[in-house]
Every structure is written in structure tokens, then in C-alpha cells.
């Protein structure tokens, strides 16, 4: 490697310019970087904590490194701060054995000890607690489902008309109606309406509906039953016949054929079609058609129980039968085997085994286990949250237990686990399918560190009030986490450790701030649904534009009251005199020299041109005008570590134009945002062209609210460009693939522009 290049990678590295390091060593071709560079650059990434493109490079070399112990060292270090300390632990014990005085590496080496015991492994999990009310917060499903019946019960006379004069009603009318009842619980069910008094739910491919659509029937009025019948899922035909049309074909049930394999260890059948008509279509078009047919003919929860592998023969093969016989062989194949023929999936369950390298999350451990909800486990483990989303969408939760095994043995937490899940469904969840439970059991796990019991919670605060009395019997710390990867933890019981509390008042700083603020404030506590805060502040909106005042929301913070008071006493720390503040206040306000926002921006446009060096790095950073996502909500009140909001004032800033809320609230000048005045400035710019004005204003974020977007493109990438250049970072550290056209297709969508100082 050049000298030159190792003496500037270690000046920077010694001024702790560790970007510098990682952008001047990707800017050498890939194939001219050698060992010793890429070295460098795994070292750069782990001091700017990106240690997962670190591992990447170092495993990258791994050959090389071998017989390097600083390639050891820097990769346990990479596996340390990604709490992965086995393998941190493996890789410090290398470099001693090495390097046998390497104090670091024994440093690290008693961390990872640490970590790996059972008091240490509590302690990681304490770390990430959070308050229960994230987990309660919202309608839960129980809600939403005794909506869906008091809505039915109201319009029943209108819905039974509808099945005695179906050729007379007005079809698109009443499915209106139907679709705004049922929308109570999601938008993505769909249904059918007839028959005698029949109201069909359908699935069509949504299978989390599989696990709640029981229970919203199993809760149907007493006043309904006798006369409605209500049925969560596609029924099948009973073997009855009749035409199918789709794809411009019209093909009778009974003259498909197919033919069916049975696994019975699986207990799963694989199924073989074949129909002229079917085969003339094309490939996505037959195979699309045959699963609708055959969730006709035997049920949606028949098909999704019990059919594994679906394929089309090229031609009629011995031992197929019609379609219509299919759910009376499946039917028999099950009882030859003896095996219970179930019609629910909840209760269907598998057993399933994984292996992992290494610990990186809960579950990650886990060795055997049952379910009978496997589409969330796949998710849990391809990082996905699509079925714990669609879910808490309906309001109900899907979680699981975990409970730290510390130094007891396998049997005895297998014997433990049998007992709590049996417990659980019966003193604390309920009798599945009685509609009164307050969730299902959806399996357990057993891990060489963790017991993990598997819930779905239609009424989350109902468990919660009833689950710690029981836990509190066993001597072991219990824990509860949602569905989805690296989640927060709920300390359910037997927890030693310092739960966030939520303040009932406001404390000594909120006290100070609203001192500082010195016109009316409204506090409030965090929160983990933003409902009643964003509410506050619009009908605060609405009043002061009446009464005279701009309101704003502002985060409770120690730096942020630091900086205000910075510069009302112009970089005296000593804290604040009201009288001062007020002096401050009247001189911002009553002087009428501003600068000249439009010429502080283009100054401002032109010095990022300089630096951006030629047109083609220009042009990467403007980018195309695309992709850009719709941001209508504020968002800087959140506290992502909590899960909660953070405290906050609503504050009635006694100004007459918005942008002089920052002459009232001096935040200018520090952690690189512009100063006062040019903060000020920009605001009036942005106010008069676009109607803005400031709504909040967090330690490094800075929210504005506009009634409505942009209204066209090039207005949309000359103001984007203004924002780059006012806060490059809200491009530059707004996620991969931002650009300045990226941002401006998102104004066009969006009345909340965000800013933040990173």
C-alpha cells in the first residue's frame, strides 16, 4: 500500500475523522484494495458503529487474517458490539493465545464472560424494557368486534331485506353498507351475503385472518343466532357441481380431475390437476384458477390445513377423480390414519427444529419447537413484521413469553413450559372457541438460553391485568415481546430492574421550560399512542390563529433549554433571568434586519456546489424525482429508545407571524443548525410562498406544518434543493438512496416537512 495513503488513514484516524477514512478507502477500486486496506476500512466502520459491514469486510479476508491478531481482535470487537458475544468471546481468546499481553483483548474477553453468564444475560434483557403501556395502547380486537356486532344489530333489517329481495335491491348500495360495517374490524376482509340468512367472511389468501375470523363469529349476539349464520371462512360445496367462469373459461367443478398424495408423518396431502381448459391458459392464469376451484370445493381452512404442494399434470393420469370428490378422499385418507380432521388452523399444530450460529436476537437460540402459526415465525426470522402489522392492525397482538433459563436443566424448563402454556390457556387466556377468551395459545419454544411461550392477545390490557399474578408464582424472571425483531421488552414479573416510569406531573426541567416560555403551556406526559398530543396541537392551531398566538410543540429537554439560554445570554451558561429573556425577546421582535432569506439560500446553494466537485456528483446528489413517500405526520415527538413520546409542551407563543416563533424560542446556532435570524428568515420565506409554519421543535429535529404539498414539480425540486442546503442531513441521513428529487416527490405528497441535525 502506498505510504502516503497509511500516513493520511492514520492522521485521521488520530482525529477521530473516521468517515474520511471509510470514503477515501471506497473510492479505491475494489479489486486494488489489498488486506492492509481493508483492515483499515473494518476498523473506520466498527468506530462509526457500523458494525455489520465490518464483519462483512473482515470475513471478506478471512484467509489473509488468519495469522493476523489484529484481525481478531477487530472482528471480536465487531461481534461484541453486535451482542454477539460467543463468537466475540472466540475470536479475543485467538488474539490472547497470540498475543498472549494484548490487555484490550482481555478486557474484552472479561466483558464477554460477563455477558455470558445468566445475571449477565438478565441484564442484557433489562436493558431493553420498556413501560407496558406500548403494548396497550389502541382499540383492541375485542373492540373492534363488539363494533362490527353493535353495527350489525343496527342495520340487521336492511341486511335480512337484502337476502329476501336479493333481485331487488340495490346490489353496489348494499355492499357499500356491508363493506362499511365490516371495515370496523380491516379493510382487507371480504365477504358474501345470502342463502338463508348466510354471511360468509372469505380469506382469499390473508391467512392471519385464519386466527381472529373464529373468534369475531364465536362472539355473534344471542339475537341473531337461530336466524343468521355466520361463518369465518370459504365453506366447501359438499361435492356439489356447477360451472366456474374466469379467464374467459367456463369449466364445470365435476370435470377437473386430480389426483392426491398423502405424507401422513406430515399430515399433508400433495394434489395433481388436470382439466383441457385449465391447461390452455397460461401458467400463473390455470394455477390462479384451480386453487379458487378447489378452495371452492373444500373450504378455505380445508385447503390451507391440509394441501401442501399443488402441480399440473400435462394430461389425465390414473387415479385421479373429479374435483368434487376431493374433500371426501382427503376425509377418508385422515381417518384411516386415525388422524382428527381439524378445520381451524389455531389448531393444527407442527413441530419444527432450528439452528442458528450465532445468538443475534431472542429466538435465535432456539432449538425445538411447536406452532400453529407459522407464517410469524418465518417472518420473525426473515426480519419481516407483515403478519404482526396486519394483525395489530385488528388490534390484536401477536407476542411471545420469554423466560431466561439461567443454570436449570433442559427437562425440568421442558416440564415447566408444558405447565405454563396449559395455565395460561386455562386461567388466563380462556376456552378457545368459547368467544370469551382473551387469546389463543399459538405455540411454544424451547432454547438453549430461553423458554419462549407463543401468544396471539385479542384484548392485550385484559391479559396484562391477569398474567403477573400467575407468573408471580414461579421464581423466574418473565418477560413479554412483540413479534418482531429486536423488540422491546415488558417485565412481567419477578424483574429487578429499573422500569421508564411516566411522570403524572411535570418535573423540575418542565417546570424551567415553561418558566422560559413565559406565555401559556399545556404539558404533556409521554405517551405511547400520539393521538391526543397531534389533536391538541391542530385545535391549538385553529384557536390561535383567533386569538392571536402560534403554538408549538417542544420536547422537554435539558440541551435544548441549554441552547436557548446560550443565546438569550449570549454564551453565559449561568442559567436564566425571566427579565433578561423578556429583553431578549422584545429587541428579536422589534428588529427589522433580517436577512435576506432567497440570498442567504443561494449562498448557501452556490458553497454546495463548490463542494460537490463537478457536474456529475451534482447530478447524483439531485438524483430523479421519484420514489418520495407522503409524510402527513409529525414525527420528532418520538422517543424510539421508549417506544413513548418524549415529554412535551404545547406552547402559545404570543407572536402575530409564525416564523417570530424562534425569536421567542431562540434554538439557533448550535449542533449546526443556522442561526436565529437566518432561522427566522427562512421560516418568513417558507411562510409566505407556502403557507408553513413551525409545529415542532425537538434538540436536533425541526418539524413545519403546510395545509397543503407543493403543487407542481418544479416548485417541489427548487424548494427540495432549499432544504438540502438549510439541513443537508435531511437528505444526506434520511436512509439509503435519498436524493434532493427523492425529497421533492415526497413535498409533492406531503403537508409535514422534516428536518434534523444529526
Known amino acids: ?185 380491516s379493510e382487507e376482509i371480504n365477504f358474501n351475503i345470502g342463502g338463508d340468512y348466510e354471511f360468509t367472511f372469505t380469506v382469499e389468501g390473508k391467512n392471519y385472518l385464519f386466527y381472529l375470523l373464529p373468534w369475531l363469529v364465536a362472539r355473534m349476539p344471542e339475537q341473531l343466532k337461530g336466524k343468521w349464520h355466520f361463518f369465518p371462512c370459504m365453506q366447501g360445496t359438499g361435492g356439489e357441481s356447477f360451472g366456474f367462469q374466469m379467464y374467459g373459461k367456463n369449466v364445470q367443478l365435476s370435470n377437473v380431475m386430480v389426483g392426491l398424495k398423502y405424507h401422513e408423518e406430515q399430515n399433508y396431502f400433495d394434489v395433481r390437476f388436470y382439466d383441457a381448459q385449465l391447461a390452455s391458459l397460461g401458467e400463473d392464469d390455470c394455477y390462479n384458477a384451480f386453487y379458487i376451484m378447489m378452495e371452492l370445493t373444500i373450504g378455505e381452512a380445508m385447503s390451507y390445513i391440509y394441501i401442501h404442494q399443488v402441480d399440473k399434470a400435462d394430461a389425465l393420469e390414473e387415479g385421479m377423480f373429479p374435483l368434487t370428490k376431493l374433500e371426501a378422499c382427503i376425509t377418508v385418507a385422515l381417518e384411516e390414519a386415525k388422524k382428527e380432521i381439524l378445520m381451524r388452523p389455531d389448531e393444527r399444530y407442527s413441530i419444527y427444529q432450528m439452528q442458528f450460529e450465532s445468538d443475534k436476537d ?151 421550560m415553561i418558566t422560559f416560555m413565559d406565555c401559556p403551556c399545556r404539558w404533556f406526559a409521554p405517551m405511547a399512542d400520539a393521538d391526543s398530543l397531534d389533536k391538541a396541537y391542530f385545535e391549538a392551531l385553529e384557536v390561535g390563529k383567533k386569538e392571536g398566538f402560534v403554538p408549538i410543540l417542544v420536547t422537554v429537554d435539558e440541551a435544548l433549554l441549554a441552547c436557548m439560554t446560550l443565546n438569550v445570554n449570549e454564551q453565559d451558561e449561568s442559567g436564566f433571568e425571566i427579565g433578561r429573556v423578556r429583553a431578549y425577546r422584545r429587541r428579536m421582535l422589534q428588529d427589522n434586519e433580517l436577512p435576506d432569506a432567497s440570498v442567504y439560500l443561494k449562498e448557501l446553494t452556490d458553497g454546495c456546489k463548490e463542494e460537490w466537485e463537478g457536474e456529475e456528483q451534482w447530478a447524483e446528489l439531485m438524483g430523479e424525482m421519484k420514489e418520495g413517500e407522503a409524510n402527513n405526520d409529525l414525527s420528532g415527538y418520538w422517543n424510539y429508545d421508549t417506544h413513548l413520546t418524549e415529554e412535551m409542551l404545547l406552547v402559545e407563543v404570543p407572536v402575530d407571524c409564525p416564523w417570530k416563533v424562534f425569536a421567542w424560542l431562540p434554538i439557533g446556532d448550535w449542533n449546526k443548525w443556522p442561526d436565529t435570524s437566518q432561522l427566522i428568515a427562512v421560516a418568513k420565506h417558507w411562510n409566505e410562498i407556502y403557507g408553513t409554519v413551525p409545529a415542532l421543535i425537538a434538540p436536533d429535529v425541526l418539524e413545519f406544518y403546510t395545509e397543503k404539498p407543493v403543487e407542481n414539480a418544479e416548485a417541489a425540486l427548487h424548494l427540495s434543493l432549499e432544504h438540502y442546503v438549510f439541513c443537508p442531513d435531511c437528505v444526506e441521513q434520511s436512509g439509503e438512496n435519498n436524493t434532493v428529487g427523492k425529497r421533492a416527490d415526497s413535498l409533492l405528497k406531503s403537508t409535514i416537512w422534516y428536518f434534523e441535525w444529526d
Open 1 to 185: 500500500m502506498d505510504k502516503e495513503i497509511l500516513e493520511l488513514l492514520a492522521e485521521w484516524h488520530k482525529n477521530n475523522e473516521y468517515q474520511k477514512i471509510v470514503d477515501a478507502i471506497l473510492a479505491i477500486p475494489e479489486e486494488e484494495r489489498d488486506y492492509e486496506l481493508i483492515v483499515q476500512l473494518a476498523r473506520a466502520l466498527n468506530n462509526l458503529g457500523d458494525y455489520e459491514t465490518a464483519t462483512e469486510m473482515l470475513l471478506g479476508v478471512e484467509e489473509e487474517g488468519k495469522n493476523d491478531p489484529l484481525w481478531y481482535y477487530r472482528l471480536g470487537y465487531a461481534y461484541y458490539y453486535s451482542d454477539r458475544f460467543e463468537q466475540a468471546k472466540e475470536k479475543f481468546e485467538q488474539v490472547l493465545r497470540m498475543t498472549p499481553d494484548d490487555e484490550d483483548a482481555g478486557i474484552f474477553l472479561d466483558w464477554c464472560n460477563q455477558e455470558l453468564t445468566p445475571e449477565g444475560k438478565v441484564e442484557k434483557l433489562n436493558e431493553r424494557l420498556i413501560v407496558a403501556e406500548v403494548l396497550t395502547t389502541g382499540k383492541t380486537f375485542r373492540q373492534r368486534t363488539e363494533e362490527f356486532w353493535q353495527w350489525f344489530l343496527v342495520h340487521e333489517p336492511e341486511l335480512a331485506a337484502l337476502v329476501e329481495k336479493h333481485q331487488e335491491a340495490d346490489t353496489e348500495e348494499m355492499i357499500r353498507l356491508i363493506a362499511e360495517g365490516v371495515s370496523l374490524i
Open 362 to 512: 431472542l429466538r435465535y437460540d432456539m432449538v425445538i419447537g411447536t406452532t400453529c402459526f407459522p407464517e410469524l415465525l418465518r417472518d420473525y426470522f426473515n426480519e419481516s413484521t407483515e403478519h404482526a402489522d396486519k394483525l395489530a392492525a385488528c388490534g390484536a397482538k401477536a407476542v411471545f413469553l420469554v423466560m431466561p433459563m439461567g443454570n436449570a436443566g433442559h427437562s425440568e424448563m421442558l416440564k415447566l413450559r408444558y405447565e405454563l402454556e396449559d395455565r395460561l390457556a386455562e386461567e388466563i387466556l380462556g376456552e378457545k372457541g368459547s368467544g370469551r377468551e382473551n387469546g389463543i395459545l399459538l405455540g411454544g419454544t424451547m432454547g438453549r438460553e430461553h423458554l419462549y411461550i407463543d401468544l396471539l392477545l385479542y384484548d392485550m390490557p385484559a391479559f396484562m391485568r391477569q398474567v403477573g399474578q400467575l407468573l408471580d408464582q414461579y421464581a423466574y424472571p418473565f418477560y413479554l415481546a412483540e413479534f418482531r425483531p429486536e423488540s422491546r421488552l415488558v417485565a412481567l414479573a419477578h424483574v429487578d430492574a429499573l422500569v421508564p416510569e411516566i411522570p403524572s406531573v411535570p418535573g423540575e426541567l418542565a417546570q424551567r
